[in-house]
């Protein structure tokens, strides 16, 4: 069954059972969807106990007509229907919004969820590392930006707004797996990925060349007050090469170590060579990653 924003706590309290790691909470579900072209968000009733709730989302940093599904269902109910049924629901209402293929991920060493979604004719279309810094272990780092560049923060610099558009306009393509994407429009992506929930002015490091924006990388903040994100860290094309990126990722690390964070973690595309070694370069150390399956909704998914 599909809920609304009032019963969303039900959706959060499945999903934090089961993702104890990664908890949500019902005003970002909202705020995703308020960023989404469209989200949906169901609820697997068994015995009148909720045992499984999922999600699916339309036109957010997602290829044409194509959707993004997860789901996840309470340990001791596994095995009696509620996956599939989550996932069928899911690969109906994509349908109805035009949508001929269906996305989601599984982390890696998840050898059961793995076989359940390869069973439903779910193909690997990519993977990602998971990295963490532990931030008591490293000292902060010197900036250190090449010669002409400073590195400031949008906070600092109000107003750079155009400037922080053209680099993501050059840098989002060039990400593995982001090729087919389509470039938000300036309104859109300034309201949805730079203002969200879990944006902050502050976060969003730039790297200026007199008055040009060159470079910029951003840092998203999740319910968890001891963590943050890593968000795009992108530089224009005319500029990489001269360690614009190594010194946006290490005003990060400065600034969040002298607020107080614990972790930072970001997600890498596996192809994406070049910002996996700038980040192991800055003792950021690979966990379990996640593996990116997407299955034809015209096969019956």
Known sequence: MTVDADDLHRVVRVHNT????????VEELVDWKRQAEDMVWVVAVAEGEDVGVGIGIVGWHSEPQTARAHAWVLREARGRGAGTALFTELARWSSARGCSALETKVASDDEASLAWVSRRGFREVGSESHLMLELDTVDPPAIDPPEGIEITTWADRPGIERGLYEVYVEAEPDIPGEEANEITPFDKWLANDMRGLSDRPEGVFAALAGDEVVGFAKLAFPPDPTRAFHDLTGVKRAWRGRGIAGALKRAQIAWAKE??????????????????????RHGYRVGPGSIVLRTDLSDGA
């Not at 964070?261 to 980040?279: H, M, Q, V």
């Open 18 to 25: 089961v993702r104890a790691d990664d908890p949500t909470t």
């Open 259 to 280: 607020h107080g964070y614990e972790l930072l973690l970001t997600a890498n595309e596996e192809r994406n060579e070049p910002i996996r070694r700038l980040n192991e």
